[in-house]
C-alpha cells in the first residue's frame, strides 16, 4: 500500500525546495516527489494511507551519529558523593555507577524511552554506544529489538568494551559484541552491528590485541577517541603513542570504524584519520556539558573527514545540536561567521546520512525518488519567507531555537509518529513503567 504526504513543504536535505509538493512512497521507499502540473495530474490511489501536508514542512530523517540510550533514565538523578573536578571523575561518579545499576528491564526501557525521544525530535536512525556491564549478555538484542521493533527506528548497535569492570565482564563485553556481529544481517536496513570500545585509556593491549584477532574482516568500531586530555596522556605514558596511533597499530582505524569526540588529536593524528576513511563524530554540547574541549571543525572538514553530528547521549535533538555546533565554534573562534551554515549543512545532512547509509546499507537523508523512505513533518508555518536558499535558517533560528517537535515520523516508509501519537507504542503507560523503572534504578546506584 503506498503512503502519500500530501501539499506539504517540502526541503529535499540538499537544495532543492518545493513550497508545495506531495511524496508518493512505496515498498519502503520515496517513488516521486510531485509538485506543479505533474502534482495536480496525479490522483491519490483509494486504498493509500494520506497524510495532509498543510502547514508541515517535510525534511530528510534525522541522525544521532554516537548517542548512549541506556543514559536516558539518567535524567533528574541526584547523587550522592558528586564532586568531580576531571573528565575520568564524571565518569567515575556519574556514568559508571549508573551502567553498573542496570539490569535488563532498565536496559530496555532505556532504549525505549531514548528511542522514543530520538523519534519527537525528526531522528530516524541511532548509532548506539551500549554498557551496562552487570547486564552485558544479550543487550544488545534487546536494545536493537527496542530501537527496530518496538519504537520503529533504524539503528547501529554496538557493546562498550572496557576493562574497568575486570575481566570477566571485559571478555562477556567481547562474546557479545561477536554474538551480535554474527546476527548482522546486511539486508537488513534496519539494523547493524560495530564492535563497540570505550576509549583507549580503559582498554590495555591485550584487551585490543583480542578484538584485533577476532573482529569480523570489514567491520568497524566504535570508540571515544581523546574526549578528555587524560585519554591522550595516559595513551603517551602507558603505551608510549598517540590515540589514533596505537588504534591504528591494531588495525582497528577502519572505513566504518566510528571515532566520537576526538578533542585533543594532534596535527598528525587527523592526517591518520583522513588516510583511513575513518567517521569522526562531534557531541558539542556533551563536550560542553563536561567541559572538556572544543572541536578542531575546520581542522577536520579541511582534510575531508567525514564528520558526524551526536548527542552523546545528552537529549536526542539533533537541530538544537546543530545549533550549538554553530554557536560553540562562534564563541570559541571570537568570529561570528565561523561554522557558517555551508558547514553545518554538510555535517548533518550530507555526512550524518553518509555514515548511517554506509553502515546500513540504504540510501539515506534525501526526499528523491529511489531513497528510502525517512521523513520528518514538522508542523512548521513561518512568519517570514521560507525558500531553498535559507531552510537552514527556518531549521536552525525556528524549528531548533523554539524547540519543535515532529507531528509525523516516517521510517521505511511506515510510520511511527502520526498526528503527534505513537503508533506502535502506548507512550503514557510506558513513560509511567519508564518513571518505575528509573526510581529502581536510582536506588540501586551505590
Ligand atoms: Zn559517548
Redesign the pocket.
Given at each position: 500500500m503506498k503512503l502519500v504526504i500530501d501539499g506539504a513543504r517540502i526541503w529535499d536535505g540538499a537544495s532543492g525546495f518545493h513550497d508545495v509538493g506531495t511524496i508518493v512512497i512505496d515498498g519502503g521507499k520515496i517513488e516521486a516527489v510531485l509538485t506543479g502540473s505533474e502534482r495536480d495530474k496525479y490522483r491519490i490511489p483509494a486504498d493509500a494511507e494520506t497524510i495532509e501536508g498543510d502547514s508541515k514542512l517535510a525534511v530528510p530523517g534525522l541522525i544521532n551519529a554516537?548517542?548512549?540510550l541506556y543514559s536516558s533514565l539518567a535524567r533528574g538523578m541526584a547523587l550522592s558523593n558528586y564532586s568531580p573536578r576531571t573528565f575520568t571523575e564524571i565518569l567515575e561518579q556519574l556514568w559508571w555507577r549508573l551502567d553498573k545499576a542496570l539490569d535488563p528491564s532498565s536496559v530496555r526501557m532505556s532504549a525505549i524511552v531514548g528511542a522514543m525521544e530520538a523519534a519527537r525530535c525528526g531522528v530516524t536512525t541511532l548509532i548506539d554506544?551500549h554498557a551496562s556491564p552487570h547486564a552485558v549478555t544479550g543487550s544488545l538484542t534487546a536494545v536493537k529489538k527496542a530501537v527496530n521493533d518496538d519504537v520503529g527506528l533504524r539503528g547501529a548497535f554496538c557493546y562498550e568494551l572496557s576493562d574497568r569492570d575486570g575481566m570477566e565482564i571485559r571478555d562477556e563485553g567481547i562474546e557479545e559484541n561477536l554474538d551480535f556481529l554474527s546476527t548482522d544481517d546486511p539486508s537488513d536496513q534496519m539494523s547493524t552491528a560495530l564492535f563497540g570500545l570505550h576509549a583507549s585509556f580503559t582498554l590495555s593491549d591485550d584487551s585490543l590485541s583480542k578484538v584485533a584477532e577476532t573482529i569480523p574482516e570489514g567491520a568497524g568500531v566504535h570508540i571515544?577517541v581523546a574526549?578528555g586530555p587524560e585519554d591522550e596522556d595516559q595513551c603517551h605514558a602507558e603505551h608510549g603513542m598517540r590515540i589514533v596511533k596505537r588504534l591504528d597499530k591494531f588495525n582497528l582505524l577502519r572505513d566504518r570504524s566510528v571515532l566520537?569526540?576526538c578533542l585533543h588529536i594532534n596535527e598528525e593524528e587527523k592526517d591518520l584519520v583522513a588516510e583511513s576513511k575513518a567517521i569522526v563524530v562531534h557531541?558539542p554540547r556533551?563536550n560542553m556539558n563536561n567541559a572538556v574541549g572544543v572541536f578542531d571543525m575546520d581542522g577536520f572538514l579541511k582534510r575531508e573527514i567525514t564528520v558526524g553530528l551526536?548527542t552523546?547521549?545528552l537529549g536526542a535533538n539533533m537541530l538544537s545540536e546543530l545549533f550549538t555546533a554553530g554557536i560553540l565554534q562562534k564563541v570559541s573562534t571570537g568570529n561570528s561567521l565561523a561554522a557558517g551554515f555551508g558547514d553545518l549543512q554538510k555535517i548533518l545532512f550530507d555526512d550524518n546520512p553518509q555514515i548511517a547509509s554506509l553502515l546500513l546499507g540504504a540510501q539515506l537523508g534525501r526526499i528523491a525518488p529511489g531513497y528510502a523512505a525517512d521523513i520528518a513533518l514538522f508542523d512548521y508555518d513561518p512568519p517570514t519567507p521560507i525558500t531553498a536558499g535559507n531552510v537552514l535558517g527556518h531549521l536552525l533560528f525556528g524549528i531548533a531555537v523554539h524547540d519543535m517537535h515532529v507531528s509525523d515520523l516516517i521510517v521505511a516508509g511506515r510510520s511511527v509518529i502520526r498526528g503527534d501519537h505513537f503508533v506502535n507504542v502506548d507512550e503514557d503507560a510506558l513513560y509511567a513503567q519508564a518513571r518505575a523503572e528509573a526510581s529502581a534504578l536510582w536506588a540501586r546506584i551505590s
Amino acid at each position: 500500500m503506498k503512503l502519500v504526504i500530501d501539499g506539504a513543504r517540502i526541503w529535499d536535505g540538499a537544495s532543492g525546495f518545493h513550497d508545495v509538493g506531495t511524496i508518493v512512497i512505496d515498498g519502503g521507499k520515496i517513488e516521486a516527489v510531485l509538485t506543479g502540473s505533474e502534482r495536480d495530474k496525479y490522483r491519490i490511489p483509494a486504498d493509500a494511507e494520506t497524510i495532509e501536508g498543510d502547514s508541515k514542512l517535510a525534511v530528510p530523517g534525522l541522525i544521532n551519529a554516537h548517542t548512549h540510550l541506556y543514559s536516558s533514565l539518567a535524567r533528574g538523578m541526584a547523587l550522592s558523593n558528586y564532586s568531580p573536578r576531571t573528565f575520568t571523575e564524571i565518569l567515575e561518579q556519574l556514568w559508571w555507577r549508573l551502567d553498573k545499576a542496570l539490569d535488563p528491564s532498565s536496559v530496555r526501557m532505556s532504549a525505549i524511552v531514548g528511542a522514543m525521544e530520538a523519534a519527537r525530535c525528526g531522528v530516524t536512525t541511532l548509532i548506539d554506544h551500549h554498557a551496562s556491564p552487570h547486564a552485558v549478555t544479550g543487550s544488545l538484542t534487546a536494545v536493537k529489538k527496542a530501537v527496530n521493533d518496538d519504537v520503529g527506528l533504524r539503528g547501529a548497535f554496538c557493546y562498550e568494551l572496557s576493562d574497568r569492570d575486570g575481566m570477566e565482564i571485559r571478555d562477556e563485553g567481547i562474546e557479545e559484541n561477536l554474538d551480535f556481529l554474527s546476527t548482522d544481517d546486511p539486508s537488513d536496513q534496519m539494523s547493524t552491528a560495530l564492535f563497540g570500545l570505550h576509549a583507549s585509556f580503559t582498554l590495555s593491549d591485550d584487551s585490543l590485541s583480542k578484538v584485533a584477532e577476532t573482529i569480523p574482516e570489514g567491520a568497524g568500531v566504535h570508540i571515544h577517541v581523546a574526549e578528555g586530555p587524560e585519554d591522550e596522556d595516559q595513551c603517551h605514558a602507558e603505551h608510549g603513542m598517540r590515540i589514533v596511533k596505537r588504534l591504528d597499530k591494531f588495525n582497528l582505524l577502519r572505513d566504518r570504524s566510528v571515532l566520537a569526540h576526538c578533542l585533543h588529536i594532534n596535527e598528525e593524528e587527523k592526517d591518520l584519520v583522513a588516510e583511513s576513511k575513518a567517521i569522526v563524530v562531534h557531541n558539542p554540547r556533551s563536550n560542553m556539558n563536561n567541559a572538556v574541549g572544543v572541536f578542531d571543525m575546520d581542522g577536520f572538514l579541511k582534510r575531508e573527514i567525514t564528520v558526524g553530528l551526536g548527542t552523546d547521549g545528552l537529549g536526542a535533538n539533533m537541530l538544537s545540536e546543530l545549533f550549538t555546533a554553530g554557536i560553540l565554534q562562534k564563541v570559541s573562534t571570537g568570529n561570528s561567521l565561523a561554522a557558517g551554515f555551508g558547514d553545518l549543512q554538510k555535517i548533518l545532512f550530507d555526512d550524518n546520512p553518509q555514515i548511517a547509509s554506509l553502515l546500513l546499507g540504504a540510501q539515506l537523508g534525501r526526499i528523491a525518488p529511489g531513497y528510502a523512505a525517512d521523513i520528518a513533518l514538522f508542523d512548521y508555518d513561518p512568519p517570514t519567507p521560507i525558500t531553498a536558499g535559507n531552510v537552514l535558517g527556518h531549521l536552525l533560528f525556528g524549528i531548533a531555537v523554539h524547540d519543535m517537535h515532529v507531528s509525523d515520523l516516517i521510517v521505511a516508509g511506515r510510520s511511527v509518529i502520526r498526528g503527534d501519537h505513537f503508533v506502535n507504542v502506548d507512550e503514557d503507560a510506558l513513560y509511567a513503567q519508564a518513571r518505575a523503572e528509573a526510581s529502581a534504578l536510582w536506588a540501586r546506584i551505590s
